[in-house]
Every structure is written in structure tokens, then in C-alpha cells.
């Protein structure tokens, strides 16, 4: 266990880190720098919330490619290859609310806890970031600042502006990570509503009966590596699922169409059993 005075420096590092972070922040993105955080409104009373935490790919132009080469930016370790067409469309055939982040993943993971290693990652998968690689507490919390906060609130704000019914995430993973084989079309991940994950599995097996679905894979929500489940949708009570699309199925407009029709009617069915 840490020490009483070895928490409380830690403590005081991050007050300072933050107290910097504020004041350089202001000037971290540049005027052409896109926003952080897009909302686009469903209908008046939309019941349903969806978030694409890994929809872009932008940089801030004061962190150049981040010691990437182009190839590695088109890559899963980028973003999560065709995950906002497909929210775009549920978004559209449901009349849900949804938040989009346009920065890459690498700069800043919004699916992450500030604490979390990963947040700004300085390896992902087998390629090193060198713009990430021996960050201070200051720039770790100026990309928070800039970067997650405006998504975060964005996101609190639509949640708690009316009662929403469910709130659904939407992903898109490696067919193949570190040379391991991922044989599922669709992961489902969940911790303490595994209903909803039921209710998505079966509607989509009954759509097509060849999908394979997993539950839980091929990642699993943690309390500390993870932020939309545990730190908005479980504690409202919301249904919800973060869902995982094999990006090989999602990388053409076809596949997108066809994966998004898919989960639309997944999410009806999770509506009208769960009432």
C-alpha cells in the first residue's frame, strides 16, 4: 500500500499538472484544429444515446504525425475503421442522439480513464508512438483538457438533460491482433446488464444465423480501463452494450449499411423488451 505522504505528493503533482494544463491548454489546438466533440441531435425526446469515442483520426497540428509514418494513422490503432458510418446510420434509422470525437485515439482515448496508461498510449499493438513516449502529468492533462473533457461533457449533458432509456457504444476491432486470430463478427460487452447483451446476440443470430457473436470479447468492460460503461451508463441504470464490429466487415459503405440495419433492429427489440 502507498504511503499517506506519497499519496498526498501525488496528489499535489496532479493539482499542478492541472493547474498548467488549464493555462496551456488554451492555446493546444490551433484555430484550424477541428473541434473536439460533434453532436448530432436526434428527435425531440430521443430515448436512446449513442457514442463513437474512436470515430476520427485528427491530430492537433502542434503534435505533427506523432512520430507516425501515414500507414500506421490508416490503422485500427488509429481509430476504429468504419465505426461512425455505421453509428451515423443507426443514429439516423433510430432518431438517437449521438456523440462523436474526432481526434485519434492515440492522441487521447476517450474510452479511458485519465489514470489509465493506455489513455495516451505509447505503444499500441506492435508500433511505438515516439510523440506519446515519456509525456509529463502537464501534457497528459492539457490532451485530457482539450481533448476528453469536451467530449465528456458534451456526453453528461445530453444524458442528463431528459431520462434516456439506453445508451450504446460502437466499435470496431482487429480481425487479427499481435498475429492472434479473432474469429467473431461481433463482440458484445457488458458487466452488469448482460440482458441487453441477450436480447442484441439473439436478434442478430436471427438475422443471420451464420454471425458469430461473443460476449465479452474480444475485450471485457474493467472499472479502470474503461469510462462510458462504467462511468455514465451503469450508474444511470441505463441498458446499454458497447459493441464491437469486426472491421473487416465494416470498412465498405455496403458492409456499413448492412451492420448498422442490423443493429437497428437490435436495439428496437432491446427497447421493447426492455420496457
Given at each position: 500500500?502507498?504511503?499517506d505522504?506519497?499519496?498526498?505528493?501525488?496528489?499535489?503533482?496532479?493539482?499542478?499538472?492541472?493547474?498548467?494544463?488549464?493555462?496551456?491548454?488554451?492555446?493546444f489546438?490551433?484555430?484550424?484544429?477541428p473541434e473536439?466533440?460533434?453532436?448530432?441531435?436526434?428527435?425531440?425526446?430521443?430515448?436512446?444515446?449513442l457514442?463513437?469515442?474512436?470515430?476520427?483520426?485528427?491530430?492537433?497540428?502542434?503534435?505533427?504525425?506523432?512520430?507516425?509514418?501515414?500507414e500506421?494513422?490508416?490503422?485500427?490503432?488509429?481509430?476504429?475503421?468504419g465505426?461512425?458510418?455505421?453509428?451515423?446510420?443507426?443514429?439516423a434509422?433510430?432518431?438517437?442522439?449521438?456523440?462523436?470525437?474526432?481526434?485519434?485515439?492515440?492522441?487521447?482515448?476517450?474510452?479511458?480513464?485519465?489514470?489509465?496508461?493506455?489513455?495516451?498510449?505509447?505503444?499500441?499493438?506492435?508500433?511505438?508512438?515516439?510523440?506519446?513516449?515519456?509525456?509529463?502529468?502537464?501534457?497528459?492533462?492539457?490532451?485530457?483538457?482539450?481533448?476528453?473533457?469536451?467530449?465528456?461533457?458534451?456526453?453528461?449533458?445530453?444524458?442528463?438533460?431528459?431520462?434516456?432509456r439506453?445508451?450504446?457504444?460502437?466499435?470496431?476491432?482487429?480481425?487479427?491482433?499481435?498475429?492472434?486470430?479473432?474469429?467473431?463478427?461481433?463482440?458484445?460487452?457488458s458487466?452488469?446488464?448482460?440482458?441487453?447483451?441477450?436480447?442484441?446476440?439473439?436478434?442478430?443470430?436471427?438475422?443471420?444465423?451464420?454471425?458469430?457473436?461473443?460476449?465479452?470479447?474480444?475485450?471485457?468492460?474493467?472499472?479502470?480501463?474503461?469510462?462510458?460503461?462504467?462511468?455514465?451508463a451503469?450508474?444511470?441504470?441505463?441498458?446499454?452494450?458497447?459493441?464491437?464490429?469486426?472491421?473487416?466487415?465494416?470498412?465498405?459503405?455496403?458492409?456499413?449499411?448492412i451492420?448498422?440495419?442490423?443493429?437497428?433492429?437490435?436495439?428496437?427489440?432491446?427497447?421493447e423488451?426492455?420496457?
Amino acid at each position: 500500500m502507498k504511503k499517506d505522504y506519497q499519496i498526498l505528493l501525488e496528489l499535489f503533482m496532479l493539482k499542478e499538472a492541472a493547474y498548467s494544463a488549464e493555462n496551456m491548454g488554451k492555446t493546444f489546438l490551433a484555430e484550424t484544429d477541428p473541434e473536439p466533440v460533434d453532436c448530432i441531435r436526434g428527435r425531440e425526446g430521443a430515448d436512446v444515446v449513442l457514442v463513437c469515442e474512436h470515430a476520427g483520426r485528427a491530430i492537433p497540428k502542434r503534435l505533427g504525425s506523432l512520430g507516425l509514418m501515414p500507414e500506421h494513422l490508416d490503422r485500427h490503432i488509429a481509430w476504429d475503421i468504419g465505426a461512425l458510418a455505421v453509428s451515423e446510420r443507426i443514429a439516423a434509422n433510430l432518431g438517437a442522439d449521438l456523440i462523436k470525437q474526432r481526434y485519434s485515439r492515440l492522441v487521447y482515448d476517450c474510452n479511458r480513464p485519465f489514470e489509465a496508461s493506455d489513455a495516451t498510449p505509447e505503444v499500441s499493438e506492435d508500433v511505438t508512438i515516439p510523440g506519446n513516449r515519456n509525456l509529463s502529468p502537464e501534457e497528459r492533462m492539457i490532451r485530457k483538457r482539450t481533448i476528453f473533457d469536451p467530449y465528456d461533457a458534451a456526453l453528461t449533458a445530453i444524458l442528463d438533460e431528459r431520462p434516456k432509456r439506453a445508451a450504446f457504444a460502437i466499435h470496431s476491432f482487429t480481425p487479427v491482433y499481435l498475429g492472434k486470430h479473432r474469429p467473431w463478427h461481433l463482440g458484445l460487452l457488458s458487466r452488469t446488464d448482460p440482458d441487453t447483451a441477450d436480447i442484441i446476440a439473439a436478434t442478430m443470430q436471427r438475422r443471420d444465423n451464420r454471425m458469430l457473436v461473443g460476449k465479452n470479447v474480444p475485450y471485457m468492460i474493467e472499472e479502470d480501463s474503461d469510462w462510458f460503461i462504467p462511468r455514465h451508463a451503469e450508474p444511470r441504470g441505463l441498458a446499454h452494450c458497447l459493441i464491437e464490429i469486426r472491421n473487416d466487415l465494416i470498412d465498405t459503405k455496403v458492409g456499413q449499411n448492412i451492420w448498422a440495419d442490423h443493429l437497428t433492429a437490435a436495439f428496437k427489440d432491446v427497447l421493447e423488451k426492455r420496457k
